[in-house]
């Protein structure tokens, strides 16, 4: 797919060229309104980026051309101007979102995924043709059971061909559709990434004509009639050094993979890392016309040029900051922004505030963006294996999981309860406070304990629970006893058993072992709440779980939120300006589109009558935001695992809603 950017400022367009060729987009830059303008006449986009203050021809007049002309590609407004007014511009003159500066690479992103997904009806998840199947989430080919080593442009080329599979493509299409302007290559680039795609799928056991070509015209793929499904043996091609590193690489990664959103994290702290380095002088020059500005204010000698010059370099440095990262170098220089933006009658500092703020900024500059911490692979939520009055089962339980490529702790046992508890805090305790799911030590998938339950005392078990809530919220946990009674299933529920298994062979264990251990879900949730510190702290604490948080301050903004997010899980307060909480979940059960989504009311007013109100308004729980971290995971992540479909408390009822407007 084919983005046009607009945008003048040189740092921000960068990045944002960069970010958009990663995620494997042909990117066209201009810098300027006019220079955006020829483009669109002169090829075709699938959607557009567009500054609000450029030059020539400023953004709002950009958007309501496009209009005007007939042109209907989504259009994303990117500004750092706060005006809600402005806002309302943008998307009255056409605009189909709207992002404001400073902001996360992710999170624009994610919107350009979300209006290019829009504009290809029907949406679809994973595109497939026969064997062949490619997953736009994952960017992940694979042909039956073999993953496909694609280069990005082969990846556009084969998702090009698979989103619309009758078509044919000539060379000068499939140049306009995947490559940019100013890398101008000749037509037989195309008919080299064209041989290249049919080498990898034929080594895959794809047939050689799977992407015919259609003489004189193009390309297209070959109709699905006759094409044969690789359940046929392997061609011998797949034995190749080529494809045996291939296959290498893919257990590697599932071995020693990290959580995927700190591993994206980790490669966009990476690129900007690289990105500063090349635009620090040109932050440097705003600084030197920010600094001068100010000394001029000092002596009250502010010539005109200049103080438009500090305008703008204030302005840029505000936006392309908060891309970097630097959030306390982006307030600073949007209120220095905002200081030379209003008569000096108004301003509320004095040309010594002005300096500080300048020299403050000045050592967030030298900072830099922050490099990433070393990633740590893991194999995702360890399992914890308590064998009751089963010890002799130890030794044959830890070979077999060994046979089934799991490392498997023994934690000692043959000591008293005090100092196995000190072991298990020593070993666990940490969890609570680290950012990534996993134990403190990640060199085991499974780590098992020999305790006798039955002549445990009674405290020594809620210690031992409180220790094994402290570990991870989701942590699975299997109870293996040779007792089956009733009292002792309990003790094991007591405990957080996942499951309880009674006198099981080896062989039952490692098969129950192995599928209670998973990666961390991932989920989407919406929070509505008007707290900023719990909209500011949250996602950070539910990111490592796999749950993307999206949060809105804003009552008033949820219902245009839920078609665009699509959440998996709403969160929201009870008392709030405009809308409260409890008129929200009503409406939401109003739609049948809504009626099982889950709703949870994350609030300070959790007495009876409180959670008795959002009970009824359709709740599906009622969480104290005082709950410590652990238990409010757990929480949340109870909601999200699958139940059976029951209809909505309200649609039980006998009421009929109509409207005549």
């Not at 995924?113 to 989430?137: D, F, K």
């Not at 064209?194 to 070509?213: E, F, H, N, S, W």
């Not at 007792?483 to 490692?510: D, K, M, W």
Request: with cysteine.
């Amino acid at each position: 797919m084919r983005i046009l950017l607009v945008e003048d400022d040189d740092a921000i367009a960068t990045v944002l060229a960069k970010s958009f060729a990663d995620e494997h987009y042909a990117v066209d830059v201009a810098q300027d309104g006019y220079v955006g303008w020829q483009l669109v006449n002169a090829f075709d986009y699938d959607l557009i980026v567009l500054d609000v203050v450029l030059p020539k021809l400023d953004g709002i007049q950009f958007c309501q051309r496009l209009r005007d002309y007939g042109y209907h590609m989504p259009v994303l407004i990117v500004t750092a101007l706060d005006s809600s007014t402005r806002k309302i511009a943008g998307l009255d003159a056409g605009a189909d979102d709207y992002i404001t500066k400073p902001f996360q690479i992710d999170e624009l992103l994610a919107r350009v995924r979300v209006l290019l997904r829009r504009a290809q009806t029907p949406i679809l998840s994973m595109l497939e043709w026969g064997a062949l199947q490619l997953n736009p989430n994952t960017r992940e080919v694979t042909f039956g059971e073999h993953l496909l080593n694609l280069t990005p442009k082969e990846y556009r080329l084969l998702e090009l061909f698979l989103r619309k599979p009758s078509q044919v493509f000539s060379r000068s299409a499939i140049l306009d559709r995947l490559w940019s302007s100013s890398d101008s290559p000749g037509e037989d680039t195309v008919t080299a990434h064209i041989k290249g795609l049919r080498r990898k799928l034929t080594q895959v056991g794809a047939p050689a004509d799977l992407i015919k070509t259609v003489y004189g015209v193009g390309y297209r793929l070959k109709p699905l009639e006759g094409f044969e499904s690789p359940g046929m043996p392997t061609p011998t091609s797949l034995d190749s050094p080529k494809n045996l590193e291939i296959n290498d690489q893919k257990a590697t990664l599932a071995a020693t993979s990290v959580h995927p959103a700190l591993a994206k994290q980790q490669q966009t702290q990476v690129t900007l890392r690289s990105l500063w380095q090349r635009l620090e002088a040109q932050q440097g020059q705003r600084l030197n016309t920010l600094k001068q500005a100010v000394e001029a204010i000092a002596i009250n000698q502010l010539p005109p040029h200049l103080h438009q010059q500090a305008q703008r370099a204030a302005h840029s440095l505000k936006g392309s900051l908060g891309i970097f990262g630097l959030t306390t170098g982006s307030e600073l220089a949007q209120r220095l922004e905002h200081q030379l933006a209003v008569p000096w009658s108004d301003r509320l500092c004095d040309p010594n505030q002005l300096r500080d703020w300048v020299i403050a900024l000045e050592q967030e500059v030298a900072k830099g963006p922050s490099l990433p911490e070393p990633a740590t692979p893991t194999p995702g939520l360890p399992l914890l294996m308590i064998l009751d009055d089963l010890a002799e089962l130890t030794p044959d339980i830890a070979q077999a999981g060994r046979d089934q490529g799991v490392t498997v702790q023994i934690w000692p046992t043959d000591q008293p309860w005090p100092a196995l508890r000190e072991q298990l805090n020593a070993g666990f305790l940490s969890m609570a406070n680290s950012p990534t799911p996993g134990p403190s030590l990640p060199v085991a998938n499974w780590i098992m304990i020999n305790l006798r339950l039955q002549t445990m005392p009674e405290s020594n078990q809620q210690q031992l629970l409180a220790i094994i809530g402290l570990m991870a919220p989701a942590l699975p946990v299997l109870v293996c006893s040779a007792n089956g009674s009733l009292h002792h299933r309990i003790q094991a529920a007591r405990l957080g058993a996942s499951t309880f298994l009674y006198n099981p062979t080896v062989a039952e264990i490692i098969d129950w072992g192995m599928t209670l251990q998973a990666q961390p879900v991932t989920a989407r949730v919406l929070m509505v709440d008007d707290d900023p510190d719990l909209l500011e702290a949250l996602p950070q604490r539910l990111l490592p779980w796999g749950l993307h948080l999206t949060t809105l301050a804003s009552p008033a903004q949820l219902w245009s939120s839920l078609h665009r997010v699509a959440p998996d899980l709403l969160l929201l307060d009870i008392e709030m300006p405009g809308f409260n909480g409890l008129e929200l979940c009503r409406v939401v059960r109003q739609s049948p589109l809504w009626h099982h989504l889950p709703i949870v009311f994350l609030t300070a007013y959790t007495d009876i009558s409180h959670s008795h109100a959002a009970m009824l308004a359709g709740a599906n729980d009622v969480i104290d935001k005082a709950l410590p971290g652990p238990e409010l995971v757990q929480r949340l992540l109870q909601q999200l695992k699958p139940t059976p479909s029951l209809p909505c408390p309200l649609t039980a009822l006998p009421l009929k809603f109509c409207c005549t407007e």
